[in-house]
């Protein structure tokens, strides 16, 4: 899975666990993301329907969530060997993202143009094309020379962007198959019918993952847009907007996407780091049922972690903390579910419950 800030790998266990202790069969993971809590809830035996607005965060879906026994994986595994044999082919991946900005190596991007370009060719139905485009872009994320976000790339290249760009295949991921969707997460919580649990884990604060992953967005789109700055992020950066990155917006869209939702449970994650207080969610959440809440101390994200420096990628200064508070929040309509939900929490390696 590629490297993703805001991702849930530390409390994915704990998210697995919960699943299977509540009495749902169906999780629509509204902000999907990586699809790694997607992932989890299948693994539970859950139905998941994934959703983001990201066109990667589809793919993944394609490849993670929808991908079951109908997927043919001989020939996934051969379509992946024609492509990782091809030479490179130097188009816009190559210009925009190795040699005006330096997000990988000129060769690395010459071969995700080949291949990009050739996935474009193939016959492959949406599952089939999903798993091409993830197993691309987790192999560009493998071989990239960033800190985790696309606004700027290292000075020096980072050591891991000089090794050959290589395809592997998407892991199957045991539990029924589910669906995938792109839309904003307000329109669907009004057009989800049927689902017994909505996943919430917008973005936190006012950085737009549609900048912050705009290769990845690009990549996938195969659009060849406009691009500017440093990073030479797409044109369209500067319009694309979620209200959830608006310190202003994203009170009333959270509590318009929890008060249109039909789902009978929902459960959310929310950081120490963002715009709202647990607390207030917490509360705007009892008006719909009964809740619970657990506090995790995670480490925190990558960039974080590395410090801050300057132009010159020298080491300026050290980051204020580097562990965050991340809460998950149960809501629902049983309150013995709801009161036990968090018994027998297995805390796992660098999670601990906060004080
Ligand atoms: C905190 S991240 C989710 C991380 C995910 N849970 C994971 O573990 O990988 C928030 C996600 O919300 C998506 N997003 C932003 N605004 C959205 C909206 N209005 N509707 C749906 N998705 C949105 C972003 O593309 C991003 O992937």
């Known amino acids: 899975m590629i490297k993703y800030i805001g991702s849930k790998r530390a409390v994915v266990p704990l998210l697995e666990g919960l699943a299977r202790r ?25 139905r998941v329907v994934s959703n983001d607005l990201a066109s990667y965060s589809e793919a993944f879906g394609h ?27 130097p188009g816009y991946v190559t ?19 080949a291949i990009r370009g050739a996935i474009d060719e193939m016959d492959a139905d949406p599952v089939m094309r999903g798993c091409l485009m993830t197993s691309l872009i987790e192999a560009a994320d493998r071989v990239d020379s960033t800190c ?56 936190y604060n006012q950085h737009s993952y549609f900048s912050n992953y705009h290769a990845w967005e690009t990549i996938t789109r195969g659009d060849r847009p406009e691009s500017y700055g440093v990073a030479r ?21 959270l509590a318009d996407l929890i008060g249109a939702l039909r789902t009978p449970w929902v459960i959310l994650s929310i950081n120490d780091e963002g715009f709202h207080e647990p607390a ?50 149960v809501c629902g309509p049983d309150r013995d579910a709801v009161e036990s939900a968090f018994d027998d929490t297995v805390v796992v390696a660098g999670v601990t419950p906060a004080a």
Request: with cysteine; charged share 25%.
């Open 233 to 253: 992020k797409r044109v369209d950066c500067r319009t694309t907007r979620s209200p959830f990155n608006s310190a202003r917006d994203s009170w009333e869209a």
């Open 22 to 46: 509540l009495p749902i069969a169906s999780v629509c993971d509204m902000f999907a993301g990586t699809t790694r809590v997607g992932q989890a809830f299948r693994r539970a035996g859950c």
């Open 280 to 329: 207030a969610v917490a509360e705007l959440l009892g008006g719909r049922g009964h809740v619970a809440a657990l506090a995790m101390d995670v480490p925190r994200y990558v960039g974080a972690r590395i410090g801050i420096h300057n132009p010159a990628g020298q080491r300026v200064g050290a980051v204020s903390h580097v562990r965050a508070t991340e809460w998950l929040i």
């Open 63 to 89: 490849a993670y969530i929808a991908a079951g026994a109908a997927l043919d994986r001989g020939r996934l595994r051969r379509a992946l060997a024609r492509l990782q044999a091809l030479p490179g082919a």
């Open 148 to 203: 985790g976000l696309q606004m700027a790339y290292l000075k020096q290249p980072a050591p891991r962007s000089l090794r050959p760009l290589e395809l592997r295949e998407p892991d199957p991921v045991e539990g029924p198959p589910g669906i995938v969707t792109r839309a904003a997460a307000n329109d669907l919580a009004r057009a989800l019918d049927g689902v017994d649990c909505a996943y919430l884990d917008p973005p």
């Open 95 to 113: 210009e925009t993202f190795c040699e005006q900005a330096r997000f990988f190596s000129p060769a690395n991007g010459a071969r995700i143009d």
